[in-house]
């Protein structure tokens, strides 16, 4: 017996909200178009029309909600991530891509196409899914991006959702080694790194259990791997080149601090669009 897809996303928002989901409605609607094939904007345009569901798209949504109720993240839900322009594939062993590192990547993007270069050098460390690399090559096509990711895993879908882009290389390796043959050639150098400290579990569970500890985890105050980015980014970058740090809201002061400690110059922390310290640039001098 078919159900309407009214009385579906009803239910589905209910259980969704019993389970703590922040935007239960929304995810809701989401995995009822990843079961039908729709975007957003046409599920509820179904569900305006009185559309009913099928018994095998009922299970099937009915499955998915209760597995996001228990808070596995969406992303896995359905496969994919959404990071300004793009759509990339996630799932369990990589970083899901956040919303506020789109601003972060404006700032990495935005000093590549002032670059006088005609054919600008950008660097991604610890690249993930590959979210900021691909940003930077789709969005100045005439660079060339280089990304970094340490984790075979998460280099697996940098791997996929990079694939026939050809301004962009990508490798397996340690971010402190690898790319020797740029030195002193980049123009700009981005990280989205580990920067939660060791101890700062984080509250929620999609984050907590499925987002990997290699990605999460920075050292006992969150900025060892910020320590190994600024040191490998000076070798890296030319005289002038730009350096462009994701961290978390509270930790501004102190990169600001190990940056100046390291020679950068002209150290400059930013907000994202909720007024919370989400990015610091620092020029090589």
């Known amino acids: 017996m078919s159900v309407?897809?009214?009385?579906?996303?009803?239910?589905?928002?209910?259980?969704?909200g019993d389970g703590g989901v922040p935007d239960p409605v929304v995810d809701a609607e989401l995995l009822a178009g990843h079961v039908l094939g729709l975007g957003r904007g046409a599920v509820q345009a179904a569900m305006i029309r009185g559309d009913v569901l099928t018994d095998a798209d009922e299970a099937a949504l009915d499955a998915l909600v209760a597995r996001r109720a228990a808070r596995e993240p969406l992303q896995h839900l359905t496969g994919m991530a959404p990071f300004r322009h793009l759509e990339l594939a996630v799932g369990p062993g990589v970083f899901v891509p956040r919303p506020e590192t789109e601003i972060v990547a404006q700032f990495a993007i935005d000093a590549l196409l002032a670059t006088a270069s005609p054919v600008p050098v950008g660097v991604d460390l610890c690249t993930g899914s590959g979210a900021i690399a691909l940003a930077l090559a789709t969005e100045v096509p005439h660079a060339q991006v280089h990304a970094v990711e340490l984790s075979p895993e998460a280099h697996a879908w940098a791997l996929r959702n990079t694939a026939g882009q050809e301004n962009l290389a990508l490798v397996l390796g340690d971010l402190r080694s690898e790319l020797g043959e740029l030195d002193g050639t980049v123009d700009v150098v981005i990280s989205n790194p580990p920067y939660v400290p060791d101890d700062a579990i984080p509250r929620d569970p999609e984050v907590r259990l499925h987002d990997p500890a290699l990605a999460l985890y920075g050292g006992p105050d969150g900025l060892d791997v910020v320590r190994a980015i600024s040191r490998r980014a000076w070798a890296l970058l030319h005289p002038g080149g730009t350096l462009v740090l994701e961290h978390a809201e509270v930790q501004g002061d102190a990169i600001r601090e190990l940056l100046a400690?390291?020679?950068?110059r002209a150290t400059a922390t930013h907000r994202d669009l909720t007024q919370r310290d989400r990015a610091t640039t620092a020029i090589r001098p």
């Open 261 to 264: 400690a390291d020679g950068w």
């Open 4 to 16: 309407p897809l009214a009385d579906a996303l009803r239910r589905a928002a209910t259980t969704l």
